[in-house]
């Protein structure tokens, strides 16, 4: 415990009894003081290109008569993007170079994802505005859902078969002593 370096109030290492800094945290708070002045004048390296990358909505609602997918794809024109529907599979992707004097810029966008079957390809219709792509993709007629009517039994208490499955099992309801 004795080789311990108490630390002040204030983050710094140093003797509490007489205030005085270790020569390693002087050190380090001249490091400290010189990088941060370099990062806030000139923007330091992490600012724009290393900066954490960000990741846009997709979304896929399903509907009764038709599936809608939305992607969030800014920056991009309707000429960069390409859309392709291979049987169940829908695959949205798009890019984009633009090269100025001094820097490069590269967008890329791909998602792919598998659609429920029955879906029909002719009638697919697209619309990119204010960076959002949408996408109505109908279901055939044949792969919508189809609703099915219950119909009650008018003047019977039960269906003749669930009478006849009652009448063949033995009456289980006998009390045990």
């Known amino acids: 415990m004795a080789n311990l370096i108490p630390r002040r109030g204030d983050g710094q290492r140093g003797n509490l009894a007489t205030g005085r800094r270790e020569p390693f945290g002087q050190l380090q708070e001249v490091f400290d003081t010189f990088f941060d002045r370099i990062m806030h004048q000139w923007g330091g390296p992490f600012t724009s290109s290393f ?5 846009w909505d997709f979304d896929v609602d399903q509907r009764e008569n038709e599936v809608l997918v939305r992607a969030e794809m800014p920056g991009f ?10 049987q ?31 879906m029909d390809a002719d009638k697919v219709q697209a619309c990119y ?20 009517r219950v119909q009650g039994h008018q003047g019977q208490e ?14 289980q309801s006998s009390s045990a002593t």
């Open 51 to 55: 900066s954490p990358m960000r990741t």
């Open 77 to 86: 024109e309707p000429d960069d993007i390409d859309i392709q529907l291979d």
């Open 88 to 118: 169940n599979t829908l695959t949205i992707s798009a890019e984009k170079r633009s090269e100025g004097e001094r820097e490069q810029d590269f967008r890329s966008f791909y998602r792919t994802i598998t659609l429920p079957a029955g």
């Open 129 to 148: 505005r204010n960076g959002v792509l949408e996408l109505q993709i109908p279901r055939s007629e044949a792969a919508r859902p189809k609703h099915i």
């Open 158 to 171: 039960q269906p003749p078969e669930v009478k006849n499955a009652q009448a063949a099992t033995p009456n």
